[in-house]
């Protein structure tokens, strides 16, 4: 088969096992258009005469889980507090979560992808893989319902709340930063943020530096999410040192 620039994405082309994968780890049929679209990122769109992305179907599967995982909070954590059901709302569907799970059934491998993400391994990127996650449910919503996208929250993301570690991933970590530098009288406090790629596709670096000292580098969309998740990572170091 030739790989014309100008061509549609085949399935077979990302892994030739690609629909076969998914539908056994996720536990849900795909209509294979949709999932071709729900795995076109857009870099991969640019490159090939701007096909469609999954831009939308990642804006309509972020919804999509968000209902999902609220009706399940609400209804299984009657005695809580809504500001601490919306605390665990956001560690279980940050970027560090739902990337977290694309891992765990090898998501990275079947997105397509464009040459300069594959260089710089975008298939192993937060934002890149739970964006594609999303995609899938919102993918999956299409075709098949609620129900159908349900099997893949319940499956993937649901377990989560068991994590305490992910389950951390929706704290204010630049404050504990902060709280555990002053306690231990560890010094100024930079985030050092570099940003790359296209304005359309930027991705942010931040890395953070305490009293001269490097501690974690984290990735992400926005400079806020890279600075928090640089903090978050760094913050068992910091309360070593």
Known sequence: MNRSAHSTPNISWAA???LEHLTKHLGVSFDTEMLRLALTHRSYA??????PTNERLEFLGDAVLGVLVTDYLYETFQNEA???LAKKRASIVSTVALAHVARGFDL???IFLGEGEIRTHGGNKDSILADTFEALIGAT???AGFDAAWVIVERHVIPLLED????GAGKDWKTLVQMAVDKNGLGAIEYKVDGTGPDHDRTFSATLIIGGKQFAT???KTKKDAERLAAWQSLSDIEKA
């Not at 305490?164 to 389950?167: H, N, R």
């Open 46 to 51: 640019f490159e090939h005469d701007d096909l």
């Open 82 to 84: 809504e500001s601490e």
């Open 164 to 167: 305490e570690q992910l389950m």
């Open 108 to 110: 990275g491998p079947h």
């Open 16 to 18: 030739e096992n690609t």
């Open 141 to 143: 919503y299409l075709h």
């Open 218 to 220: 984290a990735q992400a």
